[in-house]
C-alpha cells in the first residue's frame, strides 16, 4: 500500500507536475514565438482592418464650437493670395498643425504670376455725347458693417484682366454662354465686333465668358450678378446685412484663368529655379474685363437701345433688358478704364501630415484652399475651419499613441481663387511621388453654404466610401417623422437617385484643387458641400463674406459645419485605416457605361452616317465591367487569407484604378488636362463633361465650314479609338496578375 | 530515509515531468500557432529571401546544345516582320512555352506601317554621257552557299525609304554625320543642294545618314559598308563563307525610321481599331535611299571626280577616295531607281509568363526581337535561342514545384528591325500596367558576336545587379594564369574601369527594344552582348547571317552562348526571387553626378557668359546623392525588422525611381522621347546622349542665326531648370514617408 501510495502519488505529482509544465510550456512556447519572432506585431498590424471605436472618437471628437473659432480668426482679417496675410495665415496653419500633434508641417512657398489693380483706379464710365463723364461704377463695394472699414481690401476687380481703355456701344449676352453668343450673331444678327459685352455672372466660369468674348471680336466685358441669381424675388431672406441676399453694390471678384496652373511655368512648379515663359505666350485674356453691381449694372442697362430680349434673357432689375447695340442715343458711350496689372508674387502653400503605422507611403489626403478675396467666411474659410478641427482630432487621438495604417496629409493651398495655382504647382513639383502613393484626395473649400443637404461630386470609385461615411453622421435635419438620421438618408430623401437607388453623386469638372489630383496625376478625388434650399451662394467673392454673415444666418451654433467635419474626419480614416481601401471599380465600370449608353443614343446616328461605329468602344467598357468583376472576387477571396501582400496588391490596384485614365498626351488642345473621362468642359470649367475629347469634337460640328468638318470628323474618330485604348486598357489593368495582360483573356 | 527517498524521487519524477510537459507544451504551443493561424505560410514566403540554391539550379540547367537547336529553328527560314514566317515562329515559341511549363503564352498581333521592296527593282544605275545604263548595282548578294539558294529572301533594301527614280550628281559623304556634312559644305564649299550623297554605313544610325542628307537638300543617298569595317586589312579572318568578314557582294539591310513606333499610330497601340495618320503626317524620309556592297560602290566611287578626301575620310577600297561632285566624266550620272513601298501588315509579338507566388504583380521581364532581315543568326536569334534556353530552365523548376517570388515574364517582340515596333506598340498598349508593375526589363537581341568579353550598357539603377551576375557564371575565357574564372572577372580584366573599379557599364541610346521600356516609362533596363575582339558584326543585317556562321566561325560548341544564358538566367532570378531588388539608387547618383561634373568642365564658361548658373542643379544632385543614402540606410535597417509590408515598401520606391525621370510632356521636339536623363542622341539614335535636353539645346549654339541662338540660350535655361526639378523630384522621391515631400528636408 504504502508502495502504492507512493506509486499513486508519484502518478498524481508526476501528471500534476506534466499538466503544470505542459500549460506553462505551451504558454512559454506561444510566448516564445511571440517574443523571439518580432515579425509578429508587424504581420498582425499589416493584417488588421481599422478599429472600429476609432472611428466613433473621431466623429465624436468634432465640435463645432472650435469650428467657430477657427472661422473667426480666418475672417479677421483679408487674406489674398500674395498679400502679407496669405503668409501670416500660412504660418499660423503650420504652428497649429505642429500643436495639434501632427508630425510634421511645412510653408511651402511658390512664386507665381498674380494679379492686382491698381489703388481703386477701375470702372466703367458712362459718356454722354460730348464725350464727358455722366457717372462711372462705384470703386468699391459700400461698407454696411465696420468690418468692411480698413483700407486692405481689395477692390472688385477681375484677376488677369487685359488692361487698357476701352470705349464703345454696349451689347448684352445674358450669361456670355456660346450659345447666348450664337443667338445674338445668328437669331439677332448683331456684329459683336469691336462692341463692350455686359453680361451676367452665372451659369458658366466667367473666363470662359470673357474668352468667348474675345473669340466673337469684342473689345471688352462688363460682369454683373443679377437680382434674379443673388436676391431674387419671392424668396424671404434679404440682403446684407440683414440676411444672406446680396446688396445692389456687392461684387463677385474673381479670375478669368482657364488653364489651372501658374501662367509662366506650364508643366513645372514655379519654384524660385523655375524657366518662366514671356508674359505674352502666357494664355490670358487681352480685352479689360471689369465686374460691378447690379444697382450700377441698371443704370448701363437702363439705357440701352435695340429690341427687348428673349424671355430667358431677362433679369429682376425692374427695367426692359435690351440687346442693344448702344444706348437710346447713340452719341452715349461705355467706357472701360482698367489699370490691373499682373505681377510675381509668392503664395503659400502649407502641408502637415501624420505618418501611418503599417504604409506610411500611402498618403490619404484632405486640403483646401486658404486664400480668400477678401474675407472668405464661406469660401474658403468654412472649409479651412471645418478642416483645422478635423487635424485637430487627428492630432488628439495621434497624441493619444493611436496611428492610421497609412499617412495622413493635410493640404492647405494657396492662390486657389487665381486660378487653382497652388495646389497645381506642388501637384506638378512632386507628380512622381503623389502619383505613386496618394490614395485619395478628399476637397473642402466652401463646405456650407446652407443647411438643406449634402451634395458631393467625385470620381465613381468613391462613391462607396462617400455613402458609407455619411451614414455614419447623424444629420442636424431631422426625418419627415421628427427623428434623428444620418447624413445619408437625409440626403437620399432629398436627391435625385442612381440605377442602383442611391442619392446621385455628381462629376467632377474644375473650380477647385481637386482638379490638378484628378485630371494631371489621376488621383481619386470627391468635393462636397452643405448647401442651401433655394438660395445658391450670393455673397460669393464679395467683400460681405463674413463672420457675421455665417455666424448670424448660415450656421448660428456650426452643427452644419460640425457635420461636414464628421463626415471628413470620418472619410479620411476609411482611407487612412481600412484594410482594403474603400473604392469599388464596379461603380466606375457603371457609371462609364452609363455615360456610354447615354452617349450612343444621343449621337448613334450622326456617327453612323460618318461610318463611326461604337462597337469597338462597347466592347472595351464590357470588358472593363468583367474586370472590375474579376477584381471584387479577388478581393472577397481574400477574407480567408491572412495575406499582408495580397492586401497590398489589391489595394496598389484600387489606387491606381484613377490613374489609367490619364493619357499624357492630353486631352486636343488640352495638355495639361488629361483625365479622358472626366475633364472640365471646354465651354464651361466649372461643369464636367463625361468624355471630353469626344464632345468636344462633335460640338456644333454641323455649323462648323467644310475642311473644318472633315477634320473634325477625323478627330472623333481619333477620340474613339483612344478611348477604346484607354478602356482596354483599364480592364487589362484590373487583372494584376498579368495572367491577361496581353489581349482577349480578361477574367478568366 | 524513506520518505527522503520518496520525496525525492518525487522531487525527480516531478521535474522530470514538469520538464518533460514543458518541452512538449513548448513544441505543442508553438505547432499549435503554426496551425492556427493560416497567415504563417503567406507571411513566411512574404520574408523569406530567394533560395540561393535555385539559383545555382538555374545556372546549371543552362545547355548549349539546347540553344544550338533553337538556333537552327529560327535560322532555318527567313522570317522578315509582316511576313508569313513571323507568324509561324511567333506561333512556335507561344507553343515551345506552353511545352516548357510557363503559365500562359499569347501571340499579340499588331497592325503597322512596314515597308517592303517590290520585287527586285531597286538599284543604283550609272548612266553613261548618253544617258544610258552602263552598270547597275546588283540586285540581290552572291549566292555563297545553298542557304541562300531559295525565292523568300528580301533583296537588299532600306525600309521606309522614299520611293521614286533621282538622277544626278555624287557627292561622297563619309560616314554621314552631322560633321560630315559640315565638312562638305563649310570646309570644301560643295552645295549638296539635289546631289545624291554616297555614304559609309556605320558610325551612327542609318535613319539619321538618312534625315541629315534630306537635311542639306539632297534628293538621294546610297550606303556602302566600306570594306575598312567589315573586311579590313592586317587580320586573319576571311570572307564569308570561309570566314566571318562580309564579302564583297554583302549588304547590310536596314530601317530608316527614327521615332521607334508604328508610324502611323505616334502614343497609342496599333491595334485594328486605332486610329491612323495619313501617311504623309508620318516622319517618313522623303529621299530615296539605298544599300549596295562594296564590290558595287567601288565602281561608283573610283570613278569620282573633285579632290581627294582628307585622311579620316579614305576606306580600304584601293581607290582614290574623292568628295565629287559628280564623276570625272561631268557627263555621266549616277541614278536611284526605288519602288520600295509602305504598307499596312501584320506582325506578333508573343507574351508568356510564370506568376509570382508571393508578389504577382511585380514582373521581372526578359525580351527579344524575333524578326530578322533574312535569317539573323545573330541578329536576333542568338539573342532568341538563349531566351528559349531560359525560359526552359525556369519552366522546368516550376515543373518541379519552384515558383518565384514575383512574376516572370518572357517577352518575343515583332518588327524590331523596323524601328523598335512590336515591343512599343505593347508597351503603349499595356503601359499602365507595366508602369505600375514592371520591376525590370532584360533585353537580349543579338546576344553573341565575338568570344572575347562581355559588354553591357545599362541603366545606372542596375550595375549592382548586372555586377553579382557575371560574378556567378564561369566566363568561357581562362584567366592570364590559365585559372578558370568569372564572367565578370573576364570583363574587369578586358574592360576600362569606373571610379569604383568596376568594369564601365555604358548607357543605353536606342537600337533596341529596352527603348520604349526605358525612355517612355521608365522601367530600368539592361542590354548585354558578349562581343569580338576586334571585328565588329561585319555580316550585320546580310543574308549571311547564318546557322553557318554561328556554328563555324563564332560559337561552334555554343559555350558563349551559354554563358550569356547563364547570365540571364541568374540576372532574371535576381529580379525575381530576391527579397530586396538588386537595384541601389547611389549607383543612379554617382554616375548622374559624374555625368553633371564632366558637364560642368565643358560648359561652365560657355553658361557663365550667358549668365546660367549650374548651381540649382548641382544642389538638387546633392539632395538626391543624399535621398540615395537615406534609402539605403533605410534598407539597411530591414535586416532586423521582419515587417513585409517594409519591404514592399522599399521595393516600390527601387522600381518607381526610373520612372521619376521619366517626364510626360517629352524632350523637345520629342515628344514619345521622355528620360530626361539618358535618351538616344538626337544626332545618332544608337548612341545615348546625357542630358539629353541639355545637350541639344546647346548644340553648335555658337553657329547658329542670332535670333535662333537668343531662342536655343532659352532653351537652355528651361533645361537647367527642368533637370533641377527632375532630379529635386527624385530626391523627394526617395524619402517615402512622405515627412519630407515638401521641401528643404531631405534625409531627416
Chains 1, 2 share one sequence.
Not at 482592418?49 to 472650435?66: F, H, P, Q, R, V
Not at 473667426?72 to 504660418?91: C, I, K, N, W
Not at 466703367?124 to 462705384?138: I, K, P, R
Not at 481619333?718 to 489593368?733: C, G, P
Request: charged share 25%; hydrophobic share 35%.
Amino acid at each position: 500500500m504504502r508502495q502504492d501510495k507512493t506509486r499513486q502519488l508519484l502518478v498524481v505529482v508526476g501528471l500534476v507536475a506534466v499538466i503544470a509544465g505542459f500549460v506553462i510550456g505551451i504558454l512559454i512556447g506561444a510566448l516564445a514565438i511571440d517574443n523571439s519572432e518580432p515579425e509578429n506585431a508587424a504581420v498582425a498590424a499589416a493584417l488588421q482592418d481599422g478599429d472600429a471605436s476609432i472611428s466613433d472618437k473621431l466623429i465624436n471628437e468634432i465640435d463645432g464650437k472650435n469650428i467657430k473659432e477657427f472661422l473667426r480668426y480666418f475672417t479677421s482679417e483679408p487674406h489674398l493670395a500674395g498679400t502679407r496675410m496669405d503668409l501670416v495665415q500660412a504660418e499660423y496653419v503650420r504652428d497649429k498643425w505642429l500643436e495639434q500633434g501632427l508630425d510634421y508641417a511645412d510653408v511651402v512657398p511658390y512664386k507665381l504670376l498674380l494679379s492686382y489693380p491698381q489703388g481703386k483706379e477701375n470702372r466703367v464710365e458712362y459718356l454722354n455725347s460730348g464725350g464727358d463723364v455722366e457717372f462711372e461704377s462705384a470703386r468699391e463695394e459700400a461698407i454696411l458693417d465696420e468690418s468692411q472699414r480698413r483700407d486692405d481690401i481689395v477692390p472688385p476687380f477681375n484677376a488677369y484682366s487685359g488692361a487698357g481703355t476701352e470705349q464703345g456701344d454696349l451689347v448684352f449676352a445674358n450669361y456670355a454662354t456660346v450659345e447666348d453668343f450664337n443667338h445674338l450673331e445668328r437669331e439677332k444678327g448683331i456684329n459683336l465686333t469691336d462692341k463692350i459685352i455686359i453680361a451676367k455672372y452665372g451659369r458658366i466660369f466667367r473666363g470662359d465668358k470673357a474668352f468667348f468674348a474675345m473669340g466673337v471680336g469684342a473689345k471688352g466685358l462688363i460682369l454683373y450678378s443679377d437680382p434674379a441669381d443673388v436676391a431674387p424675388e419671392g424668396y424671404p431672406d434679404k440682403t446684407y446685412p440683414d440676411g444672406i441676399f446680396l446688396p445692389g453694390s456687392g461684387v463677385q471678384r474673381g479670375s478669368l484663368y482657364k488653364d489651372m496652373m501658374d501662367p509662366l511655368t506650364p508643366g513645372y512648379p514655379a519654384t524660385d529655379y523655375a524657366y518662366r515663359i514671356d508674359e505674352s505666350e502666357a494664355n490670358l485674356p487681352s480685352i479689360p474685363v471689369h465686374p460691378i453691381g447690379y444697382d450700377d449694372a441698371r443704370k448701363f442697362l437702363s439705357r440701352m437701345a435695340g429690341d427687348e430680349v428673349k424671355e430667358g434673357w431677362k433679369g429682376q432689375l425692374n427695367i426692359t433688358y435690351k440687346y442693344g447695340p448702344g444706348f437710346s442715343n447713340p452719341q452715349e458711350k461705355a467706357r472701360l478704364v482698367i489699370t490691373t496689372q499682373n505681377t510675381l508674387a509668392t503664395a503659400y502653400n502649407v502641408i502637415g501630415g501624420i505618418t501611418g503605422a503599417v504604409e506610411p507611403d500611402r498618403y490619404a489626403m484632405l486640403g483646401n484652399h486658404r486664400d480668400a478675396w477678401v474675407f472668405g467666411a464661406l469660401d474658403p474659410n468654412s472649409g479651412t475651419a471645418i478642416m483645422m478641427e478635423v487635424s485637430r482630432a487627428y492630432g488628439k487621438l495621434v497624441k493619444g499613441g493611436w496611428r492610421p495604417r497609412r499617412s495622413v496629409v493635410f493640404c492647405s493651398w494657396g492662390a486657389e481663387e487665381y486660378g487653382i495655382i497652388g495646389s497645381n504647382e506642388y501637384v506638378e513639383e512632386f507628380s512622381k511621388s503623389l502619383a505613386a502613393r496618394a490614395v485619395v484626395y478628399l476637397n473642402l473649400d466652401t463646405s456650407v453654404t446652407g443647411d438643406y443637404r449634402i451634395r458631393a461630386s467625385s470620381s465613381p470609385h468613391l462613391y462607396k466610401a462617400v455613402y458609407e461615411a455619411t451614414k455614419k453622421v447623424t444629420d442636424p435635419n431631422k426625418n419627415a417623422d421628427g427623428k434623428s438620421q444620418s447624413v445619408y438618408d437625409n440626403w437620399y430623401a432629398k436627391s435625385s437617385k442612381t440605377a442602383d437607388d442611391a442619392p446621385t453623386v455628381g462629376d467632377l469638372g474644375s473650380g477647385s484643387d481637386y482638379a490638378p489630383f484628378m485630371q494631371r496625376i489621376g488621383v481619386s478625388s470627391v468635393d462636397m458641400t452643405y448647401y442651401h434650399q433655394y438660395a445658391g451662394f450670393p455673397m460669393y467673392h464679395s467683400v460681405y463674406e463674413t463672420f457675421h454673415l455665417m455666424s448670424t444666418y448660415y450656421d448660428p451654433e456650426f452643427v452644419v459645419h460640425a457635420t461636414v467635419g464628421r463626415v471628413q474626419v470620418e472619410l479620411l480614416r476609411s482611407f487612412a485605416d481600412s484594410l482594403v481601401l474603400p473604392m469599388d471599380c464596379r461603380d466606375y465600370a457603371k457609371r462609364i457605361s452609363a455615360m456610354f449608353q447615354s452617349f450612343k443614343a444621343s449621337n448613334e446616328g450622326t456617327l453612323g452616317a460618318e461610318d463611326i461605329s461604337l462597337d469597338v468602344l462597347e466592347n472595351a467598357i464590357q470588358n472593363m465591367t468583367a474586370g472590375a468583376d474579376y477584381l471584387q472576387t479577388t478581393i472577397d477571396g481574400l477574407r480567408d487569407r491572412k495575406d499582408p501582400m495580397a492586401y497590398r496588391t489589391v489595394n496598389d490596384v484600387l489606387t491606381g484604378f484613377e490613374r489609367v485614365f490619364i493619357d499624357p498626351l492630353g486631352l486636343p488642345d488640352r495638355p495639361m488636362v488629361r483625365h479622358v473621362i472626366f475633364a472640365p468642359s471646354s465651354k464651361n470649367m466649372y461643369a464636367s463633361s463625361g468624355f471630353p475629347g469626344l464632345t468636344d469634337a462633335l460640338f456644333e460640328i454641323e455649323l462648323v465650314d467644310p475642311e473644318e468638318k472633315v477634320a473634325r470628323w477625323n478627330q472623333v474618330r481619333h477620340e474613339v479609338a483612344r478611348l477604346t485604348h484607354v478602356i482596354e486598357s483599364a480592364a487589362a489593368y484590373l487583372d494584376h496578375f498579368l495572367m491577361t495582360l496581353h489581349r482577349g483573356k480578361h477574367g478568366s
